[in-house]
C-alpha cells in the first residue's frame, strides 16, 4: 500500500469528477476500484489529508489522484479566484493507459460524461480487458448511440494513425488524432490533456464556453476548426490571433488544463443548479441572477 499527504482541502471526488481517467474506474465504497488497464484492481481512497493506494505504484497514485499538480500560479483577478476556491482540486492524468483512455475520451462527442460516458466505457471494460479484446466485441451491443458504432473504426484508425506516434511532441500527436474521422479539436485536446502529453491543451466544450460567456471573457474569439488545426501548428496558424484555444494557453500556459477542469467542476456544481447566491465567482459573473 501507498500513500501521499494532501492539503486539508483537497478532494479526491472533485479531482475524479471532470477527468476521462474516472472512466477506468469504479466507485466501491468509501473508494474507486481500477476496472481496466494498467494496475487493474488497484484501490484508491481519501483519509483525511491522505489518499491511499492499494495495488498501484506510487506515481500511479499521484497522477491517478492528480496531486503531482502544483502549477497553480495566479496571472489575474480570475485564476486568482480559481486556485482560492479550488486550490483542492488536482488535476487528474493517465499517463499509462494512452490507448483505452481513447474510447472514453472518443464517445464524449456531443454527450454528457456523466450521464453516458461512464455507463458505456464501464460497460466495455467489464467485458474486456484489453484493446484488442475490445475490438473483437460486438460494440453496437452496448447501445444504439451514433458514438458506439463509430468507435470501432475509429479504434482501428487510431491504431494506425496514433499509436505509432505515440511518443511524439504534442503538436504531432495532436495533428495525427485529427486525421481520424469525426475527431476534432475538444476530442483531441482532451486526449492531449488528460493522458498528460499537454498540459496547456484546453478541450473547448459546452462548460469551457458557457463560464466565458457568463464571465464575458474572450466574447471576441473563436473556437478551434479542425481544417486549420489539422494544416498549422497553433503558433504558425493564420487564426492564432482569434483562436480561444490558442489565445487562453498562451494565457494561463501549464494551467490551463487545469482552469478547463475547475470550470466543468463549477458549471456542474453551481451554473446548472443557478446557485448564484452561493457562487464566488458571482462579482464577475455578466449574467448572475437578481
Known amino acids: 500500500m501507498v500513500s501521499v499527504e494532501v492539503q486539508p482541502n483537497y478532494s479526491l471526488e472533485l479531482t475524479l469528477m471532470p477527468s476521462f481517467t474516472l472512466s477506468l474506474f469504479r466507485k466501491r465504497r468509501n473508494g474507486y476500484v481500477k476496472i481496466a488497464g494498467r494496475s487493474r484492481g ?3 481512497w481519501q483519509e483525511g489529508n491522505e489518499v491511499l ?3 498501484c505504484s506510487y506515481k500511479e497514485l499521484i497522477y491517478w489522484t492528480g496531486v503531482w499538480f502544483r502549477d497553480y500560479k495566479a496571472v489575474d483577478d480570475l485564476s486568482e479566484r ?4 479550488y ?3 488536482g488535476l487528474s492524468i493517465n499517463p499509462y493507459d494512452y490507448d483505452l483512455m481513447f474510447i472514453p475520451i472518443y464517445l464524449s462527442r456531443n454527450t454528457d460524461y456523466h450521464t453516458n460516458v461512464l455507463r458505456w466505457s464501464r460497460k466495455i471494460f467489464s467485458k474486456a480487458r484489453s484493446w484488442g479484446e475490445i475490438l473483437r466485441m460486438d460494440l453496437s451491443a452496448m447501445g444504439r448511440s451514433f458514438q458506439l458504432r463509430q468507435l470501432k473504426n475509429a479504434m482501428l484508425e487510431y491504431d494506425k494513425s496514433v499509436r505509432p506516434y505515440i511518443d511524439s511532441g504534442a503538436d504531432i500527436l495532436r495533428r495525427k488524432l485529427l486525421s481520424i474521422k469525426y475527431v476534432g479539436p475538444k476530442t483531441a485536446d482532451a486526449y492531449l490533456l488528460f493522458t ?3 498540459l496547456s491543451a484546453i478541450p473547448i466544450d459546452r462548460h469551457f464556453r458557457r463560464m466565458l460567456e ?3 471573457l474572450y466574447l471576441s474569439f473563436t473556437t478551434p476548426e479542425k481544417k486549420y488545426c489539422l494544416k498549422y501548428r497553433c503558433i504558425q496558424c493564420p487564426r492564432e490571433r482569434i483562436c480561444i484555444r490558442r489565445i487562453f494557453s498562451s494565457v494561463y500556459r501549464r494551467m490551463s488544463g487545469w482552469i478547463q477542469t475547475v470550470f466543468y467542476i463549477h458549471d456542474k456544481l453551481f451554473c446548472w443548479r443557478k446557485k448564484c447566491s452561493e457562487c464566488r465567482l458571482r462579482g464577475m459573473c455578466t ?4
Request: aromatic content about 4%; overall charge positive.
Open 82 to 85: 480559481l486556485i482560492e476556491m
Open 42 to 44: 488497484a484501490f484508491l
Open 53 to 55: 493506494c492499494r495495488g
Open 87 to 89: 486550490s483542492g482540486v
Open 214 to 216: 457568463k464571465l464575458g
Open 196 to 198: 498528460g502529453k499537454d
Open 287 to 290: 449574467s448572475k441572477s437578481p
